[in-house]
């Protein structure tokens, strides 16, 4: 089976707000928002019930879908 990578990025996601009529300073707030390593989510994950070797992978997730919105 051939798999086929998708990579989308800020500019989708910019994209996508103009197309719902967002503005694009509420656009621009939110993605750097969400762009923005967030001290609770680390907090969250290391609290949680999950193995070690999951909370590493979660984070690790977490910071790559994070890195994806801080390219153009």
């Not at 300073?25 to 939110?30: A, D, Q, Y």
Request: hydrophobic letters at 40%; aromatic letters at 14%; a positive charge.
């Amino acid at each position: 089976m051939n798999m086929i990578e998708i990579n989308v990025g800020r500019k989708d996601f910019e994209e996508f707000g103009r197309r719902i009529g967002l503005s694009e300073r509420l656009i621009k707030r939110e993605l750097d928002f969400f762009a923005t390593e967030q001290p609770l989510a680390k907090e969250l994950i290391g609290r949680s019930f999950l193995s070690e070797g999951l909370k590493r992978s979660y984070w690790l997730s977490y910071n790559y879908r994070r890195a994806t919105l801080t390219f153009a």
